[in-house]
């Protein structure tokens, strides 16, 4: 019985092809890991401490931060799938995967931000009583634990990704000074309604950076062309090449985040002519537009 063939060679880069690398850095797989230990470990701490107190900024932080957790956790699991190869049902390999799990934090964030301002209002309707002193100690330690994590994923800005988990990060951190503020109003003024209208107000703040994320996240997946580029510019740049008639059916996306990739159709003038038109339109969308990964098919004029 014959052996299945094996494909391995097709996914060889040859010289004159895209050097674009499958793989993300091994840094951004520590970074998301410490970064997971960390918001995870305070998360259960935090939502004691506001049950115990009373707190909803606290409840509402926690509850932020265990979202944080999943997110992250996601963030790990799309960071380790983009280091797999391309194999025979996944050709361009793993890549979108980072976009899709920030698409799906987006969204996560969405339903917390819902559910804070939902019981914000009922809090502010009917106020509960909240142990100002546990809220201001909790949250102390909270935001300090919340920029360490900050810290760490603000080193690895070059993926979506992380980048979607940094807004996660950054809403927590929002959330615990929202709480310490509330604790101490609590606590100096006995104002009970301040918890509610602190958790309000941090949960607006949070919407602007998830709808930046969700955009962002989305637009790639949707394979649209990357924001750095201008569409009509690459095109209008390859036809100023000489021996080029004319371009169509022309597309440009990125095969993954900050790798974008180009295909089209290309008539010349004279096909002899087609390795020095070819060799210059690399070097011309390299080095004006950034774009390694180009496929393009000729035609005779």
Same mark, same amino acid.
């Given at each position: 019985?014959?052996s ?5 060679h ?15 850095r ?26 115990l ?6 409840v509402?932080?926690a509850?932020?931060?265990v ?5 992250l ?8 799938m ?9 050709s ?12 799906? !934090?987006?969204? #996560?964030? $969405?339903?917390? %931000?819902?559910?804070? /301002?939902?019981?914000? @209002?009922?809090? +502010?309707? =009917?106020?509960?009583?909240?142990q ?26 070059g993926?979506? !990704?992380?980048? #979607?988990a $940094?807004?996660h %990060?950054?809403?927590? /951190?929002?959330?615990? @000074?929202?709480? +310490?503020? =509330? ?10 309604r301040?918890?509610p ?19 962002e ?7 649209? %062309?990357?924001?750095? /580029?201008d569409?009509?510019?690459?095109g ?8 080029v ?35 210059? %339109?690399?070097?011309?969308l ?6 390694d ?7 005779p004029?």
């Amino acid at each position: 019985m014959p052996s299945a063939p094996d494909s391995t060679h097709l996914h060889a880069h040859l010289d004159g092809d895209a050097h674009y690398q499958h793989q993300s850095r091994r840094r951004g797989l520590a970074t998301l890991a410490w970064a997971l230990a960390l918001t995870l470990g305070f998360a259960g701490v935090e939502a004691v401490s506001g049950f115990l107190s009373g707190s909803l900024a606290l409840v509402s932080d926690a509850g932020h931060m265990v979202t944080d957790a999943a997110s992250l956790a996601l963030a790990l699991l799309a960071q380790w799938m983009t280091r797999r190869p391309p194999s025979e049902r996944y050709s361009f390999g793993y890549g979108r995967a980072e976009a899709l799990a920030a698409f799906v !934090n987006g969204l #996560a964030m $969405l339903l917390v %931000v819902a559910w804070i /301002l939902y019981e914000a @209002v009922h809090r +502010l309707m =009917a106020p509960h009583a909240v142990q100002g002193a546990a809220v201001m100690g909790v949250a102390a330690v909270g935001m300090l634990v919340n920029v360490a994590v900050a810290w760490i994923l603000s080193r690895d800005q070059g993926s979506m !990704n992380t980048r #979607a988990a $940094l807004v996660h %990060v950054l809403g927590d /951190l929002l959330g615990s @000074v929202a709480a +310490l503020a =509330a604790g101490a109003i609590i606590y100096f003024t006995g104002w009970m309604r301040a918890d509610p209208l602190l958790s309000m107000l941090v949960a607006l703040l949070i919407l602007k950076s998830t709808f930046a994320i969700l955009r962002e996240s989305y637009h790639h997946l949707m394979e649209g %062309v990357p924001d750095q /580029l201008d569409y009509a510019a690459v095109g209008a740049d390859l036809e100023m090449i000489n021996g080029v008639a004319s371009v169509h059916d022309l597309h440009v996306w990125s095969m993954s985040p900050g790798q974008p990739a180009l295909i089209g159709h290309v008539r010349i003038c004279d096909m002899a002519a087609w390795p020095r038109i070819l060799e210059e %339109v690399r070097a011309m969308l390299r080095d004006k537009h950034g774009i390694d990964h180009v496929t393009l098919q000729p035609e005779p004029a």
